[in-house]
């Protein structure tokens, strides 16, 4: 599948390894915030000639707001008059399309993709989750790359995306030019990339992040001030602990977005408040207002990623016929709020959701 794309890759790196008159054509499919800031960071390039493509009501909102991506330091770059379709038939000329819907949308999105696509376009799958790939790869014939978002960014106000916190994106190895032109282009503009070979271990490590958006989402608090509380993270390590153990029965080492392994963040988290602020501060410095996307879209009354976050750990588990109570009492947690239930996670809560999970424990 990928030899057969060579000779174009290598027609491709002599027009955008370097400084290139013919700008190459890059579409963004799901213009939410992850999706809007970068094809926003990206167009400041007169290298990247970026569309994007998006449900009418976000281009009716992008025609009258531009689009604006701040990044941590509070720099400001702006889209005046991004190019937004509600039409997938403008796809047949993109070169690099980076696909940032969530992935429960994938099986209506794939379909539209591989009927309008170019052969020889390069697709990037920027979903979270450990079974992506395989999603892809049964209706796609063109070459998919992983590309795994850490940091988050939240959705100001109409057509304003700000970056809230940290983190290296991480790319799938490739030797494609397509790919080295749109690294390039990110790292001008503040947002530093890694190529790994193992994208599986990258995408265990994100997952581990991950956990916490249902726990935030349920405590319905600001991501500093649900991490500063310690019954929040007693339940974040617990979960987190039950993920490890599945990465160890499938000999999988995460890669750490931290400067500390995945094997140590439970017993930080379990830390009195005291010395976790001492300890975390990395993970501390986030924006204040931060929050997950469980939450955002538990606001606006979208469905959640749960079952690919959370709810994959509960079905790997099961598959290794082990357990993980704390996740699968947080998918109920989420699905119930998903339909409406004005469920809240206090403090008082948290505890017993620790409670009940260790009394399913089996002895």
């Known amino acids: 599948m990928r030899s057969a794309n060579k000779n174009r890759s290598t027609a ?6 370097g400084r290139s008159a013919v700008p190459l054509r ?10 809007c800031y970068l094809g926003t960071v990206l167009a400041q390039s007169p290298e990247c000639e970026v569309i994007f493509i998006g449900r009418e009501r976000m281009a009716l909102e992008a025609a009258a707001y531009g689009l604006t991506a701040q990044d941590l330091n509070g720099a400001c770059h702006r889209l005046r008059s991004p190019a937004v ?18 992935a429960l949308d994938l099986q209506i999105l794939l379909p539209q993709l591989a009927h309008y696509l170019s052969a020889d376009a390069l697709v990037v799958a920027m979903q979270n989750g450990v079974a992506i790939a395989p999603l892809y790869q049964q209706l796609l014939s063109q070459p998919v790359f992983r590309a795994i978002v850490p940091f988050n960014v939240v959705k100001i106000s109409p057509g304003f995306y700000a970056r809230t916190t940290g983190s290296e994106m991480i790319w799938q190895r490739s030797d494609d030019a397509r790919i080295h032109a749109v690294l390039k282009q990110l790292d001008q503009h503040g947002i530093k990339s890694k190529q790994l070979e193992n994208v ?8 581990m992040l991950n956990l916490n958006n249902a726990i935030n ?22 979960a987190i602990d039950e993920l490890l153990r599945i990465c160890r029965c499938l000999n999988i080492q995460s890669f750490s977005y931290t400067s500390a392994p995945n094997s140590y963040i439970p017993f930080l988290l379990r830390t009195p408040n005291w010395l976790f602020k001492r300890l975390a501060k990395k993970m501390l ?22 079952d ?7 079905t790997l588990a099961e598959q290794l016929k082990l357990d993980a109570p704390v996740n699968r009492l947080l998918v109920q947690l989420v699905k119930r709020k998903e339909q409406g239930e004005p469920i809240r996670l206090c403090l008082l809560h948290a505890k017993q959701l620790l409670q009940e999970a260790s009394a399913v424990q089996p002895s």
């Open 308 to 314: 690919f976050l959370n709810g994959a750990v509960v």
């Open 200 to 207: 599986k271990a990258a995408e265990f490590g994100k997952l």
């Open 26 to 35: 890059v579409a963004v499919v799901g213009a939410g915030a992850i999706g």
């Open 12 to 17: 491709l790196l002599s027009d955008h390894s």
């Open 285 to 306: 410095a986030i924006s204040p207002e931060a929050r997950s996307s469980m939450w955002d879209d538990i606001q606006a009354g979208k469905a959640t990623e749960i």
């Open 85 to 102: 379709y509600s039409e997938f038939e403008a796809l047949r000329t993109a070169q690099l399309v980076l696909v940032t819907v969530k």
């Open 217 to 238: 989402a349920l405590s319905d608090l600001p991501l500093q001030q649900q991490l500063l509380q310690r019954p929040y993270r007693l339940v974040l390590a617990a």
